[in-house]
């Protein structure tokens, strides 16, 4: 296979992976609204999910570490976590239908952590450029987010799990055409550094740190924002354009990335993230009233998380050794992911109940200023 076609192959993935994404994140919280849940308690569904994404990650790394067979398990992850997702429409109460996000996460968790493994390992051989072939999962999540939008404006918001479905199978298609990863050949002249070794130095507990702060932080984004949206005036439709143009300034800045990042330097651009992550919540709540001052705020999602990802991607691809990449990746995804968006999660919903919904975005903003503390004091230039 051509490099190209394996570029277009991975590209393809992640395209139906974040339209998935797409289909699901902006929206969800508005379906379980309608499914009858409180805001509290859609806090703990994503923090009973987010438990599932610091536990399972780390479980399908070590298999696919020693099994060297990580696409198969992101084929078969795929199946199981779909199946499972389409038992959500026919259940009935909250616990019942907290229970199948449970267990479709248990599988789900398994995707993104051995897929970017795989990817990661296929672009070092090839000599691909990541940004490149990531940025088109960006894309995949623009074309959902403004596609579905408007349909849900006519359909109304019961009918997303079948959207969200149609889009997972091409998911799982597209895992099926990528060939799967050479097996990690370790360097004799090199130690055997074990996965608590490398996972206990400073550098790599700081890098997590950070990253734990910054996802923390986002988990009001994820979960509330188009609630905050509509509690502000705005359209469902015009949410969707929102949560879009994020993105769009995320696939300019990924097109570019390896130039920005090799001129200013990993550190640096990680710093620049967390700091114009704190500023970003504090503008979202004071010109929320005002829709052209939030589609100039969401630009910035370029650098609060285009740039926050291809700078983590590339401090865990050179702090875990080849043969660790999988339990690296893992290790990063239930930090970040896991531990930082359970915590957001249930820290968001219980203020958004008890405080007001504005004061979430304020208690993300210290979150994230504690995030750009970290990497300033604490994590190395690469």
Known sequence: MTPAALHARLGGYYFFYYATVGAFMPYWSPYLEARGFTATEIGIAYALSGISRALMPFLWGWLGDHSGRRIHLVRVASLVSLALFLLIPFMHGVWAIMAAMLAYNLFWQALLSQFETVSMVHLAQSGGDYSRVRLWGSVGFVVSVLSLGPLLDLWGILPLPWLVAALWLGMVVASFLVPETPTAQHDPTLPMASIGEVARRPEVIALFLAC?????????????????????????????????????????????????????????????????????????????????ALLLIQTSHALTFGAYHACAMRYVFQLFPARLQGRGQALYNASAYGIGGSLGSLGAGAIWDHVRPEATFLAAALVALAGAWIVWKKVPNL
């Not at 979960?223 to 359209?235: I, K, M, Q, S």
């Not at 354009?241 to 390896?258: D, Q």
């Not at 990042?261 to 710093?271: C, D, F």
Request: a positive charge; proline letters at 1%.
């Open 212 to 292: 734990l702060c910054s996802q923390m932080s986002f988990a009001p984004y994820y979960n509330f924002f188009t609630l905050f949206l509509e509690r502000h005036g705005h359209a469902r439709s015009l949410s969707g354009v929102l949560w879009a143009v994020a993105v769009v300034a995320e696939i300019g800045l990924f097109f570019y990335m390896s130039r920005v990042m090799a001129r200013v330097g990993t550190k640096r651009l990680l710093l620049a993230a967390l700091v114009t992550t704190v500023l970003r919540w504090l503008l979202t709540v004071l010109l929320a009233d005002s829709f052209m």
